[in-house]
């Protein structure tokens, strides 16, 4: 039996909100990521609770950017919160 293994980058999953080894990555997960409810704050809090403090939103607006600021808030922690890129503006944010 292969038991499931951390990988030196954790995996967040914002289908459990929890980390999760790669080996638990299968198709059954990737199902269950299309079908069941994004738990961004349970995700967002798992980081938060393991002290990380640099947040990226990737993609074309940052429209994460302000809960993941009202979370840290919530838990009285500062971090970096940098989007990739901003609406109407194809360049990528400084």
């Not at 038991?3 to 995996?11: G, L, R």
């Not at 607006?61 to 990739?84: D, G, M």
């Amino acid at each position: 039996e292969i038991k499931s293994k951390k990988t030196d980058i954790p995996f967040i999953s914002t289908v459990t909100g929890k980390e999760l080894a790669t080996d638990e990555l299968n198709a059954e997960y990737w199902w269950d990521n299309i079908r069941q409810p994004v738990q961004f704050r349970d995700a967002l809090n798992t980081l938060i609770d393991d002290e990380q403090n640099c947040f990226v939103e990737i993609g074309a607006h940052a429209i994460l950017k302000y809960y993941q600021n009202e979370q840290l808030k919530h838990h009285n922690k500062s971090a970096h919160v940098r989007p990739t890129m901003t609406r109407n503006n194809g360049e990528l944010s400084e």
